[in-house]
């Protein structure tokens, strides 16, 4: 089963988590895609092309499910357009929020991303979750 990784790609930190959401869905079993390993990113306005092409097109091919890493204040674009696009196609998501609990999330979430997924607490409370995919 194929699960794509979104997420902000704005700091060390940022990366970091996605990159440990990597490892537990790789220890699980899951084959990954995760946009700045696969594709790379977006250095400039000339590379837009490769990202849509990359991360979307050929990214989404075979996804059976999308875990989302939400810190910080805000979801990023990106991140929230790929969840929007999972939703449309009925490909479930997982959100992740480890920076503050989510009752306390309302104001930056959304309502519409909170109420559109599952979202869990911790890497921990990810991999549980995740071993309900397990086929």
Known sequence: MKIYIAGKLGNTSEINLLEEIDKICKNLGFETFLPHRDVGIVKGINDIDRIFEGDIKKGFKDVKLVVAALDGLH??????????????????????KTDEPIENALEYL????????????????LNEKLKTFLG
């Open 75 to 96: 979801v990023g674009a990106g991140t929230a357009w790929e969840l929007g696009y999972a939703y449309a196609n009925n490909i479930p998501a997982i959100g992740i």
């Open 110 to 125: 959304s309502a519409i991303l909170i109420g559109s997924m599952e979202i869990v607490s911790s890497l921990n409370e």
